[in-house]
């Protein structure tokens, strides 16, 4: 019954659905049934299902912002793992997300040539990025799942919270890049990106953090 309503519906980019009482075992079917290569984003939280579909600016966005924390890891030579939007999920919590995009950094040799993840056993991502155009973040989810670092990127901004006891805290620097005013540095470059394309702008970007480190 499930997988039939679950083909049955049909989520408009920039739409979200929600289904109620789904059970681990349906939520692994369902997973199963949409398969990898798709637009959609889920998170599941406690038997509430979310299924998203995100709107082409939510993707440009999430592209740049992604770029720019690849080059400022590359930049700092800093071995990475971007993982995108792998599912992420305890089945002891009930709680599963899917990021925008994530990153490994100080835990990149910790899961380094895995093909599969288990939050049981591996750590979480160090950073989670959710872009909030389309969709709401969940970051009691990530909170539950140990998460150390959130940024939400919504109406032009770029919030960061850092994971304190057990819970997150708004924090003016980033913890994997705390010697970068990345707040104010994020939505600059994706606003440059806008006019003057993507590759002069990480040209650009990996200028200011060469100037950023010679400091």
Partial sequence: MMLLELKRIHVP??????????????????????????????AYDRGTLEIMAPLPEHEYDKEIISDLVKALLEELNTEFISLGS???KNEAMAQGIEPDQCFYVKNESKVRGKKRLDLT???PPDLALE????????????????VPE????????????????????????????PLFPLIEAIPEYLNQSVTVGRNATLKAFRAWVQKQIQQ
């Fill in 13 to 42: 980019p920039g739409q979200r659905v929600l289904l109620q009482d789904v059970t681990w075992q349906e939520l692994e079917t369902i997973l199963e049934e949409l398969g990898e290569h798709r637009a959609a984003r889920i």
């Fill in 121 to 123: 056993v591996d750590p």
């Fill in 86 to 88: 792998t599912t992420f």
């Fill in 131 to 146: 872009i909030d155009i389309t969709s709401r973040t969940h970051p009691d989810i990530y909170q539950a799942l140990k």
């Fill in 150 to 177: 959130l940024w939400r990127f919504e109406r032009g901004k770029l919030q960061i919270s850092i994971l304190q006891d057990g819970h997150y805290i708004e924090s003016e620097q980033s913890l994997n890049f």
